[in-house]
């Protein structure tokens, strides 16, 4: 058998059990990473590289990554929002050392190289050399050199970018069924309220998987199931792409009612004397007129949508090596919010993030995998709740969404 892409020997040989099985090595393997880089975070996928808003004016810069590849994305004096890799021309430094500014022009510390805002060369220092002496050969040319430009988008907001000439157009990408639950939460002019940023210990594949995986919501996170935001019981489903890669889980907590599954089989999410000492953390209000409580959508590779309650967030997962991830949150309000509005929130905040009192689990379970995996590089995990397809269902007991990614990440990653 040989990889479809490359016609070698493949990297990875999956399971004939299909999406239902995922190979530990895929988490742990140096080479596979390698290939990921290439065929996901530079191929044929949009990416999030950041909000609109946060680069409002001309020359208003910030820098992000593609995978692992650094990026800066700029509006120019156009007000068009342009993107390209953050590595200087001449010897690959990066040329914005900072998270974000405002510039003219962008120049390289290492030799003095400036670019303009499309990131195209403008000059080389001492290119006509020193009196005469040194410089560049007369053939040299600013004009000939670039750095590597990624198209980019904008949609509700959010700016996606690639490095694909090719990869369709960004609302074909994500899907009707997905973009319309994009459009929903962000259905009108942004604020943005602050930032939380973590470093997770495992590869991020496995923060896909966590976030994708509506099975273990109420169960590992004791929060969401002790206070009744959220249970397996509630009204709510998943919704999955046909390529499988982007998900949208979501649910109703009015209809949480105390539920015999739950306390007959003693879960660790079935005490019901716990109570909150300020239970104004909780206040929220029906904000999208559905009843939905608490929606989490993704789209493939790194980009998740959540809305918690009134806590509206996008983070952008980053692979920082194999066994590391950078997990990195923008909180969201709108313009139209009143103070009230924003305070609470703000309040909300406090539920989800790297210290959040329902997701705080999160930035601990994928290390826990990673740990437990390293004798087992042959053996695969059991991905079989709800069945082994990946399709819509009407209930969150199901895996579908996760095995979705798999089925997505074989396609890319040619498995
Ligand atoms: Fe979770």
């Known amino acids: 058998m040989t990889d479809a892409l490359t016609n070698e020997p493949p990297l990875l040989k999956w399971p004939e059990a299909g999406n239902s099985r995922v190979p530990y090595r895929a988490f742990a393997d140096a080479e ?3 290939a990921e880089q290439k065929r996901i975070f530079q191929g044929e996928t949009w990416q999030i590289l950041c909000l609109a808003d946060e680069i409002p004016n001309p020359g ?4 992000t990554y593609a995978g692992e590849t650094p990026v800066i994305v700029v509006r120019d004096e156009n ?3 342009n993107a390209f890799e953050n590595r200087c021309v001449h010897k690959g430094a990066l040329v914005c050392l900072k998270d974000r500014g405002n510039a003219k022009t962008l120049t390289c510390v290492y030799h003095n190289w400036v670019y303009g805002l499309k990131g195209e060369l403008i000059s080389a220092a001492f290119a006509k050399g020193v009196n005469g002496r040194g410089g560049m050969p007369d053939d040299f040319n600013a004009k000939d050199h670039r750095m590597r430009p990624l198209r980019t988008t904008e949609h509700c907001g959010l700016v996606f970018g690639t490095f694909s000439e090719t990869v369709m157009p960004l609302a074909e990408f994500i899907g009707p069924d997905i973009l319309e639950r994009v459009e929903r939460v962000l259905n009108r002019p942004l604020r943005i309220l602050g930032y939380h940023t973590q470093i997770l210990n495992n590869n991020w594949k496995l923060y896909v998987e966590n976030v994708k995986d509506t099975y273990h919501a109420g169960l590992l996170h004791l929060f969401f199931a002790t206070f009744r935001l959220n249970r397996l019981a509630s009204e709510g489903g998943v919704v ?3 390529t499988g890669g982007n998900h949208a889980s979501y649910s109703k907590r009015r209809t949480i009612h105390a539920n015999a599954e739950y306390d007959e ?3 660790r999410a079935s005490r019901d004397d716990y109570r909150l000492a300020d239970p104004s953390l909780l206040e929220s209000f029906d904000e999208f007129g559905d009843g939905i409580n608490v929606q989490i959508l993704s789209v493939f ?4 949508l959540q809305q918690v309650e009134n806590s509206i967030a996008v983070r952008q997962i980053l692979p920082k090596g194999v066994g590391r991830t950078e997990l990195n949150w923008t909180v969201l309000g709108f ?3 009143d103070e009230k509005t924003t305070k609470m929130r703000l309040k909300q905040a406090n539920l989800i993030g790297p210290a959040g009192y329902i997701s705080m689990e999160d930035g601990a379970v994928g290390n826990f995998v990673q740990r437990g995996i390293p004798g087992a590089l042959e053996e695969t995990s059991i991905i079989e709740m709800g069945g082994r397809d990946h399709i819509s269902d009407n209930t969150r007991t199901t895996e579908a969404s996760v095995r979705g990614f798999w089925a997505a990440y074989r396609t890319h990653m040619g498995l």
């Open 32 to 34: 596979i990473h390698a």
């Open 240 to 242: 999955v792409d046909p």
């Open 60 to 63: 208003d810069y910030k820098t």
């Open 335 to 337: 313009q139209d919010d």
């Open 265 to 267: 089989s003693k879960l």
């Open 79 to 81: 007000g068009d929002i």
């Open 301 to 304: 590779p790194n980009f998740i």
